[in-house]
């Protein structure tokens, strides 16, 4: 189990909730959120409700401002717990929408996608172990999404807003 809590001034002050599960809208509880602490687990926050917008995953440890979550404002609309599971880790990736074109498998991380596949733009993936993460950029930087076991037939389905993925990790329990 996880558990993160959301405080809504900074350096964890003010009003708080606790959390351990998904949450669709946190908006309904704080006002905002200026700080959060993850006491376990991992989890996905969002700056929209219904886990849309930007994401940025959070592990274990303190976040005194939305700066040390990469956010850019205090806008924390909704969470999702990131199961952990033990084992290996597998995706298939496309080169075109609904699985078509160019098959590329990845069991492990991917610091870039151009060196490793000879391309950057992930039109669609099928999931079978493992809680991953999408970055738009090289070196695990830029936005990032949550891509859990599942089908996605476009990328557009993971949240992303156009096919281009730069790296790519596994979500690993520390």
């Given at each position: 189990?996880?558990?993160?809590?959301?405080?809504?001034?900074?350096?964890?002050?003010?009003?708080?909730?606790?959390?351990?599960?998904?949450?669709?809208?946190?908006?309904?509880?704080?006002?905002?959120?200026n700080s959060i602490r993850?006491?376990?687990?991992?989890?996905?926050?969002?700056?929209?409700?219904?886990?849309?917008?930007?994401?940025?995953?959070?592990?274990?440890?303190?976040?005194?401002?939305?700066?040390?979550?990469?956010?850019?404002?205090?806008?924390?609309?909704?969470?999702?717990?990131?199961?952990?599971?033990?084992?290996?880790?597998?995706?298939?990736?496309?080169?075109?929408?609904e699985f078509g074109g160019?098959?590329?498998?990845?069991?492990?991380?991917?610091?870039?996608?151009?060196?490793?596949?000879?391309?950057?733009?992930?039109?669609?993936?099928?999931?079978?172990?493992?809680?991953?993460?999408?970055?738009?950029?090289?070196?695990?930087?830029?936005?990032?999404?949550?891509?859990?076991?599942?089908?996605?037939?476009?990328?557009?389905?993971?949240?992303?807003?156009?096919?281009?993925?730069?790296?790519?990790?596994?979500?690993?329990?520390?």
């Open positions: 189990m996880g558990k993160i809590i959301f405080y809504e001034d900074k350096n964890f002050s003010g009003r708080h909730f606790e959390c351990n599960y998904d949450c669709t809208d946190l908006m309904c509880l704080l006002k905002h959120c993850v006491e376990s687990g991992c989890f996905m926050i969002y700056d929209q409700s219904n886990y849309s917008g930007n994401q940025y995953c959070l592990r274990r440890g303190e976040y005194p401002d939305c700066h040390h979550w990469m956010g850019v404002r205090d806008c924390v609309c909704s969470c999702r717990l990131i199961p952990m599971e033990p084992g290996s880790f597998s995706m298939r990736l496309y080169q075109r929408t160019q098959v590329m498998d990845l069991a492990d991380d991917c610091p870039s996608v151009e060196e490793r596949f000879h391309r950057n733009d992930i039109f669609s993936c099928n999931v079978s172990k493992g809680n991953w993460l999408f970055y738009e950029h090289p070196d695990f930087r830029g936005r990032m999404y949550l891509i859990r076991p599942g089908e996605y037939k476009r990328f557009s389905e993971w949240g992303g807003r156009n096919a281009r993925v730069g790296s790519i990790r596994r979500i690993l329990e520390y």
